[in-house]
């Protein structure tokens, strides 16, 4: 495996074609037209913080730049390694290192302005014919990095095009008011299965998986494969380790990692176990599981398998 | 939570007192004298590899920068959070970007040779007063990322100075050839716990954890604290997810995520889960745990909740 820590002038990092769907637009991917380097890192797009970016209980997260995450250190990979012309993540990583920069939810919704902008810079870590591990990271005016990610990748045979047709199609659909809302909204959580939040109650450590939030079947977030788009399995497992904890308004989401295990489809249920609930420190895993014909969840068939540490708000 | 991108010239990354112990002279740390500085990044120390990074099966795995990974990322939180006297680790992700370099495993065992060096580098990401997060990774002389890592850490009282002093004092210990031995002999790993392994035998994914791989008490491990240093806390448990598969000669260790959850103590037996056996990625679950008095696990204190995946070896 080929690998850099600084790609010199002649590593292979010039732009590539890559499509951008609709999971991209609803959760505030703004792609350049050109794609700036500095230092062998790639500039593809800019994350607009946004409605998107709330989370069940209406916080912001740097957690919802998880789509973004996903594609820019897929963006590198696929860049750096010139033979490989698909890929898909095995594995993603993520850690919020600071609090977005504020916006005005409401005005944002209503149309009357914009949110901040924090660049996404990505750079290919190591690489061969078989796939790669990537990071990117988005950072502020000032250059402070607010959230980081690495994403291994392996290559995949191409799908099939229509599936790709339809994903391009779908970035095309109108960005109306209803599609700058909180996180839960944009990813079809069933808002039944959201409990509400209680700062009296911390959650109950469990050996065993509970069900949790649902979500509905959403073509709109498909990827160019016809699955549902990594970053928004991820959100949603987000989403759904929040709910498992009563108490989470206490808490700001500390790290994500998702290992993707089967492709994303139809309905979709969380299974969850608070594996630790520490008052500075929390862990929850998160399996999505499709849900069988008796209504009931395939917990042997989980699509992510995801750990999500929180740490306490500050 | 202050953070950068790019320490300036003014960030306070000088040198403080970093003690150094028994578990770093083990696994490889060789300290520098001084602490050169690169771009806001510290060079603490190199990483000699040599029979410290064979596994079970006497396979080299980058895995075994745990140590060095942890040490680096908390010199780098330490440096930047100058009100911080003392931090732990709450949580560390290592990614294995690229084999180590080749050794003689046989010549550094008997003394006849030294092994290579790669060196080990560190930076802030973000912190406060209540901790940070820091980055560390080795690099071949080529500048190649090898290993990389990500740890998260709190600012805690200080410790007594008697385990400081203990800590100190086994660094002094003589590094004769019984030192220069694979990962689990250092570990204290239970060989009649590590089944062979088989290329023939795919594991079961299972929904209960089992016992797996135990490990002995080793006072040499511990840490300034009197706890089993966190870098070999997360190594026992990739042995122990490793000796969870048969097949484990067709995969290399991916990534370790490690959540620090109780001090490590005594007698430890891993609960071990293998949650995806797919052909191309692996992921296994481990519980490092107590052992009653009865002799069984005690599964609801786990010490370290640690998720290991692998991929196919190239």
Redesign the interface.
Same mark, same amino acid.
């Given at each position: 495996?080929q690998?850099?820590?600084?790609p010199a002038a002649d590593s292979p990092t010039g732009p590539r074609a890559h499509a951008s769907g609709r999971t991209e637009q609803l959760f505030g991917i703004r792609r350049h037209a050109a794609m700036p380097e500095r230092d062998g890192a790639l500039n593809p797009a800019a994350f607009e913080a946004g409605p998107w970016c709330l989370d069940l209980d209406g916080r912001p997260t740097g957690a919802a730049a998880t789509v973004i995450m996903d594609n820019a250190t897929a963006v590198a990979v696929h860049h750096a390694a010139p033979g490989v012309e698909t890929v898909v993540t095995?594995?993603l *990583?993520i850690?919020v290192? %600071?609090?977005l920069p504020a916006f005005d939810a409401a005005a944002i919704t209503e149309g009357r302005t914009e949110g901040p902008l924090l660049e996404c810079w990505t750079r290919p870590?190591?690489w061969?014919a078989?796939g790669g #591990?990537g990071r990117a !990271?988005l950072?502020d005016a000032e250059? $402070?990095?607010?959230v980081?990610a690495?994403g !291994?990748f *392996?290559a995949v045979p191409t799908g099939a095009p229509e599936n790709r047709a339809a994903f391009t199609a779908a970035a095309a659909l109108p960005r109306g008011p209803e599609t700058r809302v909180p996180m839960p909204g944009l990813l079809a959580a069933r808002p039944e299965t959201l409990p509400p939040a209680d700062r009296a109650v911390r959650p109950a #450590?469990t %050996?065993a998986v509970a069900p949790g939030a649902r979500f509905a079947p959403k073509p709109e977030l498909a990827n160019p494969s016809g699955a549902v788009h990594g970053g928004a399995m991820t959100l949603r497992a987000v989403v759904a380790a929040q709910a498992a904890m009563p108490d989470r308004e206490l808490y700001d989401v500390? %790290?994500v $990692?998702v #290992?993707f295990?089967r492709p994303g489809h139809g309905e979709m249920v969380a299974l969850t176990r608070v $594996?630790?609930a520490?008052r500075?420190?929390r862990?929850v895993d998160v399996d999505l599981v499709p849900v069988g014909e008796d209504g009931a969840p395939v %917990?042997?068939k989980?699509m992510v *398998?995801v *750990?999500v540490?929180f740490?306490a708000a500050?």
């Open positions: 495996m690998n850099s820590l600084r095995t594995e *990583q850690n290192l %600071a609090p870590l190591s061969d078989g #591990v !990271w950072e250059g $402070r990095r607010i980081e690495t !291994w *392996q #450590v %050996a500390q %790290a $990692r #290992v295990t $594996r630790h520490g500075s420190l862990l %917990a042997e989980p *398998q *750990q540490t740490r500050r």
